[in-house]
């Protein structure tokens, strides 16, 4: 059975970094891509970007200036991290799995972090 | 960024009855392999989402028969033929064609 659990700082400063991390435990960590997600009130869901087993790497544009998700296979886990964080960047982030080649939907999620961001 | 409207966005439910969910995108999600990317997923309060639907109308694993997705191109539907006690919260549609993956707002399900 798969299973993510994810974890980081919860409250952070403006302009702070913020930092996540999805371990992955069950399953393969290749033939995936490895997502990360956040719902907040004002934006509700909002696919943040994801990254392979390779690195390799798709980011939604709206972010992707202040957004790095790396990989690191030999501990099965994957991180997000995001610079020069503003109270819009206040959310639950989630990080969740999806099939590299096929869309079976994202079937497996971490139980998501609640960060907000306040002076 | 493709954009999903979904409708209503709440819908009083009685148990035992029938209940159905749209969902509109701004482009078609329909691919050239002839599939339509397109998902959905219930999320109850305090949990993360869970996948009911892919690829339009594949139900995931361990999901009842009682939810079905239908429809092509830029008009879905979940339908769900006798809506049960477990099926209330938030349903969210969400394209898988093209990056940056969208979600629909949301359609809340609660009882009358």
């Known amino acids: 059975q798969v299973q993510l659990q994810q974890w980081g700082a919860g409250l952070l400063k403006p302009s702070e970094t913020l930092s996540l991390t999805c371990a992955v435990h069950?399953?393969?960590?290749?033939?995936?891509?490895w997502t990360w997600i956040r719902q907040s009130p004002g934006k509700g869901l909002e696919w943040i970007g994801e990254?392979?087993?390779?690195?390799?790497?798709n980011y939604n544009p709206s972010v992707k200036s202040r957004v790095t998700i790396s990989i690191d296979t030999a501990n099965y886990q994957f991180s997000l991290k995001m610079t020069s964080v503003t109270a819009a960047d206040t959310a639950v982030y989630f990080c969740?799995?999806?099939?590299?080649?096929?869309?079976?939907?994202?079937?497996?999620w971490g139980q998501g972090t609640l960060v907000t961001v306040s002076s | 960024d493709i954009v999903l409207t979904q409708s209503p966005p709440s819908l009083p439910v009685t148990p035992g009855e029938p209940a159905s969910i749209s969902c509109r995108s701004s482009?078609?999600?329909?691919?050239?392999?002839?599939?339509?990317?397109l998902e959905w997923y219930l999320q109850k309060p305090g949990q993360s989402p869970h996948l009911l639907i892919y690829?339009?109308?594949n139900r995931a694993s361990g999901v009842p028969d009682r939810f079905s997705g239908s429809g092509s191109g830029t008009d879905f539907t979940l339908r769900i033929t006798t809506v049960e006690a477990e099926d209330i919260g938030i349903y969210y549609c969400?394209?898988?064609?093209?990056?940056?993956?969208?979600f629909g707002p949301g359609t809340r399900v609660d009882f009358k």
């Open positions: 969740a799995r999806v099939h590299l080649y096929y869309n079976y939907g994202y079937e497996y």
């Open positions: 069950g399953g393969s960590f290749s033939g995936y891509y």
């Open positions: 990254i392979n087993h390779s690195g390799s790497t």
């Open positions: 482009q078609s999600l329909l691919h050239t392999n002839g599939h339509n990317y």
């Open positions: 690829l339009g109308s």
């Open positions: 969400m394209q898988a064609l093209q990056t940056p993956f969208t």
